[in-house]
């Protein structure tokens, strides 16, 4: 076989610039997001098991530290994960099978993700207050 000197133009992978951010997408980057900071999460969860199953004081260290403004903050931030990428995941389940694939249907259930998980995230927060006996 002979070897061509002569070279085809490839085509070109378009830059990120033209592509039009979407709600999807977002959505896409998001769930990504979510799942690494689900990762980060979890140590939390085994550093309180793990304070719990040792000592009175490293137990009451670790409330200390969830119960702090920062600590407080990180753990709603965890549960909006939680929700966010479980949410994803059901919608990532309904695309399975073959249905929500329309681009103004996927937009809409995009969109309806973020919001959900927010709102569902206030209210775990709410009602876990309200069971703790207030703020």
Do not use: C
């Amino acid at each position: 076989m002979s070897k061509s000197t002569a070279t085809r133009a490839r085509p070109v992978s378009p830059h990120l610039q033209i592509y039009r951010f979407t709600p999807t997408m977002a959505m896409s980057i998001l769930h990504r997001i979510t799942g690494g900071a689900l990762y980060f999460g979890m140590v939390l969860f085994v550093v309180w098991l793990v304070a719990a199953a040792s000592s009175r004081e490293a137990f009451d260290l670790v409330n200390a530290l969830f119960g702090s403004l920062l600590g407080r903050l990180v753990l709603f931030g965890f549960t909006w994960a939680l929700l966010h990428h479980l949410l994803g995941g059901i919608r990532h389940l309904v695309w399975d099978t073959a249905r929500g694939l329309e681009k103004r249907t996927a937009t809409r259930i995009a969109t309806a993700n973020l919001i959900a998980s927010i709102i569902l995230t206030l209210v775990v927060w709410i009602a876990g207050y309200m069971l703790r006996g207030g703020f």
